[in-house]
T-cell receptor, first 112, second 109 residues
Framework: GAVVSQHPSWVICKSGTSVKIECRSL??????MFWYRQFPKQSLMLMAT?????????EQGVEKDKFLINHASLTLSTLTVTSAHPEDSSFYIC????????FGEGSRLTVL | TQLLEQSPQFLSIQEGENLTVYCNSS?????LQWYRQEPGEGPVLLVT?????EVKKLKRLTFQFGDARKDSSLHITAAQPGDTGLYLC?????????FGTGTSLTVIP
């Protein structure tokens, strides 16, 4: 399997600031990582597929300039929420495919 | 785009009762997975079904994949409070995975 770690677990920021969330694959070299967004008691919505060394593939309706994804190495993908607003408050989860999907612990973002 | 619809969306039952959760789609998937998620944590894989008509059992949980590989069901026998959580189905399409709308289950002691 794969151990996936996200950081930070919780983040609170002021409206207009940018927040970076890290997703690390600790024991598996992941060429592909997935970023999801989840609202309370709702399902996971795929935001984008992060590809190591190339541009991320974004799902329809997800703003590329708003949610910047960088996958600079086989063990790290980052999601940066730029100019965050209260409506961006959500639970963000990353996952790695290693025979099955392994998920990080999730990062809860609250924008004041 | 949400490709998989789950029903019911919310379910509250007494301990010991049986229940079934459905996952339906108009799309064909190469495989379908079921996950359980606790609040504030990432989903944990319960099972993967690959073959149309496949049935898998995991203790009190029975999973079935539709013959056309468009739908699936999860049946829990004699539910326990520890079964409480958000149940998610996910379909594999190419190298991407799309999650169902989710079923929030509460088992009352």
């Amino acid at each position: 399997g794969a151990v996936v770690s996200q950081h930070p677990s919780w983040v609170i920021c002021k409206s207009g600031t940018s927040v970076k969330i890290e997703c690390r694959s600790l024991d598996f070299q992941a060429t592909t990582m997935f970023w999801y967004r989840q609202f309370p008691k709702q399902s996971l919505m795929l935001m984008a597929t992060s590809n190591e060394g190339s541009k991320a593939t974004y799902e329809q309706g997800v703003e590329k300039d708003k949610f910047l994804i960088n996958h600079a190495s086989l063990t790290l993908s980052t999601l940066t929420v730029t100019s965050a607003h209260p409506e961006d408050s959500s639970f963000y989860i990353c996952s790695v495919w290693a025979g099955e999907l392994f998920f990080g612990e999730g990062s809860r973002l609250t924008v004041l | 785009t949400q490709l998989l619809e789950q029903s019911p969306q919310f379910l509250s039952i007494q301990e010991g009762e049986n229940l079934t959760v459905y996952c339906n789609s108009s799309s064909v998937f190469s495989s379908l997975q079921w996950y359980r998620q606790e609040p504030g944590e990432g989903p944990v894989l319960l099972v993967t079904v690959v073959t149309g008509g496949e049935v898998k059992k995991l203790k009190r949980l029975t999973f079935q994949f539709g013959d056309a590989r468009k739908d699936s069901s999860l049946h829990i026998t004699a539910a326990q409070p520890g079964d409480t959580g958000l149940y998610l189905c996910a379909g594999a399409s190419g190298n991407q995975f799309y999650f169902g709308t989710g079923t929030s289950l509460t088992v009352i002691p």
